[in-house]
């Protein structure tokens, strides 16, 4: 059933419900300052600085996890990003993706063979297939370190996977602008979602079932498109000119 439209329903929806949204906006205020930190880096501080930052915040944590896991015994204080750890469900696990984000966009014009990324992702796919099915059935663990956001193979993955499409020159203005409204429409899509009458649509022929899809797709993103042009224009005015925080 559909439900009523009001302000204030599409204002609770926008209000944060899950962890990430607070912490992106942490990371929002934070990464200015880490840029000036980073800027003149060459290839080789890069490096160092992923490899201390991946050390710190993504093997040691992981390691401690794994550890947890096999006895089946916490062990307090062992986990370099806090004292439970967190699962990168942190603000710390946040920066250490901005750090491997920014290391591929200071590479980005390294060319990696979509060969060797796609082998890539099999084997990081496969890993954490062996690995979860080991926790699960071996060490009888639903504590899902293999899925863990600090996880270094889910990183490299998700990093892997960037690389790949990265690599995908797509000239059209059209679709590089509507892209950047994709995260809006995450947040908004169920304020859409909820006026449309899917018990009525899934009932029609596979023709009116098709073009019901395709038009409620294409709602879904230009009201998401208008929200994120608001959003970009107020962003720019409070952050940059407001409070003039540097780029």
């Not at 790949?164 to 892209?179: E, P, Q, R, T």
């Not at 006026?195 to 023709?207: G, S």
Request: hydrophobic share 50%; charged share 10%.
């Amino acid at each position: 059933s559909t439900e009523t439209f009001s302000l204030t329903e599409l204002v609770t929806r926008l209000v944060p419900v899950d962890y990430f949204f607070p912490l992106y906006i942490a990371l929002y205020f934070i990464s200015p300052y880490i840029n000036k930190i980073v800027i003149g880096y060459d290839n080789k501080e890069w490096k160092k600085l992923l490899f201390i930052s991946m050390i710190f915040l993504s093997f040691l944590p992981i390691a401690s996890d794994i550890l947890t896991e096999v006895t089946n015994k916490q062990w307090l204080g062992s986990n370099t990003i806090g004292h439970w750890g967190g699962f990168g469900h942190t603000l710390i696990n946040f920066v250490l993706v901005y750090i491997i984000g920014g290391y591929l966009s200071f590479t980005k014009y390294v060319i990696v063979s979509k060969k060797k990324l796609l082998f890539i992702i099999q084997v990081c796919s496969l890993i954490l297939i062996g690995w979860q099915y080991a926790s699960i059935y071996v060490f009888h663990s639903q504590n899902g370190t293999w899925s863990s956001y600090y996880n270094p193979i889910v990183l490299i993955l998700a990093a892997s996977i960037i690389k790949l499409f990265g690599s995908i020159d797509i000239k059209s203005v059209i679709i590089n602008k509507l892209a950047g409204a994709a995260f809006s429409c995450y947040l908004l899509k169920n304020v859409i979602l909820s006026r449309v009458p899917i018990e009525n649509i899934v009932k029609q022929d596979i023709i009116h079932l098709i073009l019901y899809v395709i038009i409620v797709s294409i709602v879904t993103y230009l009201f998401s498109y208008v929200f994120y042009i608001v959003y970009k224009t107020l962003k720019n005015y409070f952050i940059y000119h407001l409070w003039k925080l540097p780029k």
